[in-house]
């Protein structure tokens, strides 16, 4: 069993940035890939980012890919999503999630364990 716990949310200007933390239970975190998925109001909930266990590889969504960084520090059982150049459309709850499985998934129904979310708002 894993809990994860999100912070770092907030509400920033439009080109500023956040940087949200993801702190796990448990002492087999290194084994699980992790994922950062977000859903704004009326929408579905979407893959941003995800990071293999090692975090030796990582893989974004095109609409964050060269602003936002996924890392991971399995010494401290927490993950991170560095948020920069933000845009109002990056405005929604922001989730973090956990795979049983060292290899990195896209896919929300992959992950086995998620957060409570934590919002991101951008204003214009």
């Known amino acids: 069993q894993v809990q994860l716990v999100e912070s770092g949310g907030g509400l920033v200007q439009a080109g500023g940035s956040l940087r949200l933390s993801c702190a796990a239970s448990g002492r087999t975190f290194s084994s699980y890939s992790m994922g950062w998925f977000r859903q704004a109001p009326g929408k579905e909930r979407e893959f941003v980012a995800a990071?293999?266990?090692?975090?030796?590889?990582?893989y974004y969504a095109d609409s964050v890919k060269g602003r936002f960084t996924i890392s991971r520090d399995n010494a401290k059982n927490t993950v991170y999503l560095q948020m920069n150049s933000l845009k109002p459309e990056d405005t929604a709850v922001y989730y973090c999630?956990?795979?049983?499985?060292?290899?990195?998934?896209?896919?929300?129904?992959?992950?086995?364990?998620w957060g409570q979310g934590t919002q991101v708002t951008v204003s214009s």
């Open positions: 990071i293999h266990w090692s975090g030796g590889s990582t």
């Open positions: 999630a956990a795979r049983r499985s060292v290899i990195k998934s896209i896919r929300k129904d992959d992950y086995d364990y």
